[in-house]
């Protein structure tokens, strides 16, 4: 597991907003942390990917308040308005429409970037952490740690 504010799995494994050391040469990765704007998008975000091996491992998940201030954030939560349909979002196989608008966001000096969830809860942030600027703000505030999984 990582910490909150860790981004260290996204260097290993590509994922909509990031490529990882699975997929490509270092020299075309970057990093990404996925935060969602509520409890209940991250909750839908864990259980949508959960296989059953997985169950005893809930308990071990925590629920964590960040205070976030970026300066420079893209908002994609209207596909329609950059020529895209939501399908093309948070499709769950073809991760090269979502890399390229990071990698695009990443070039024009943007720090994050507002997306659906592909749960439909809500909204995430992807933030891309070697671009924040020196005045922005990521920060703990409190964490929890749900009972998610009762052993039978």
């Known amino acids: ?27 075309r990765t970057w990093p990404a942390l996925y935060v969602a704007l509520s409890p209940e998008i991250c909750l839908g975000e864990i259980l949508r990917r ?11 998940y925590r629920l964590t308040e960040l205070e976030i201030r970026l300066n420079a954030t ?9 020529g895209l349909s939501l399908g093309d979002l ?17 070039a024009r000096g943007a ?10 809860l809500g909204d995430n942030l992807v933030i891309f952490p070697n671009q924040l600027s020196p005045t922005s703000v990521l920060t703990v ?12």
Do not use: K, W
């Open 1 to 27: 597991m990582y910490a909150a504010t860790d981004h260290g799995g996204s260097l290993r494994f590509s994922a909509r907003y990031n490529r990882g050391a699975d997929q490509f040469p270092p020299e």
């Open 50 to 60: 959960l296989r059953p091996e997985d169950l005893a491992n809930l308990n071990e």
């Open 74 to 82: 893209l908002d994609c939560r209207d596909p329609e308005a950059i």
């Open 90 to 106: 948070v499709d769950d196989r073809d991760f090269s429409v979502t890399q390229q608008i990071a990698a695009a966001a990443i």
């Open 111 to 120: 720090e994050g970037v507002l997306v659906h969830s592909a749960t439909g």
């Open 141 to 152: 505030i409190s964490g929890r740690d749900p009972r998610l999984y009762v052993p039978r």
